[in-house]
C-alpha cells in the first residue's frame, strides 16, 4: 500500500473526527457507521481523495481502522478521569501498569480496572477478569461501561451485572 500524505491524512482525521462528534460517535448502532463509512467512502472529498493516492478498494477499510478507530481510542481516553471517580479511585492509587484493547490500569496494589463500550461488555469482562487472575495478588476490581445503546434495559444490566459478580469482578458501574 502507498504511504497517504501526512498532509491529506491530517486533514481527513479532522474532518472525520469533527463529524464523528457531532454524530455521537460513540453511541451509535453497527448499522448506522456502516452507513456512514458508506458514505464517506463515496464522498468525493474523503473516499475520492483517497483512491487518488491508494487502492480504491481499500478506501473503505482505511477510514474504517485508521482514521475512525485511533478516534474511538481517543475518546475512550479521555472518560478515565470520570472512570476513576466512579470507581472511587484518587490520586493516591498509582498505577503500575497501562492497558488498551479494552482500555484498564493495574493499580500498584494489584487491582485491575477497566472500562469500555458497553456494546464490548462481554470482552471487557472476562478480559478484566483474565488481568486479574494474571498473578495471585492481582484481583479484578472494577469495570466501567460507557452507554452505547446495546445495554439501556435493565434486564440486560442485571444480565451483565450477574457476569461480572460471577466473574468475580467487585464494581460495575454505567457513564451514560
Known sequence: MTAIPTAIRDALREKLWEQCDDLGWMSLQDTERARYYELWTRDASIG?????????????????DSLVKPYVRDRLSLSETEVWRMLGLTHLDLVAQVFIKPHGRRLED????????????????????????????????GIVLLESGKTESERTRDL??????RLGINKLVWLE
Not at 111 to 130: A, C, H, N
Open 110 to 141: 494489584g487491582r485491575v480496572i477497566g472500562w469500555g463500550r458497553s456494546r464490548d461488555w462481554k470482552s471487557i469482562l472476562m478480559t478484566i477478569f483474565e488481568r486479574g487472575r494474571a498473578q495471585k495478588s492481582f484481583s479484578s476490581f
Open 160 to 165: 451483565v451485572r450477574e457476569a461480572a459478580e
Open 48 to 64: 475520492g481523495q483517497l483512491a487518488h493516492v491508494m487502492d480504491a478498494r481499500k478506501v473503505r477499510v482505511y477510514i474504517k
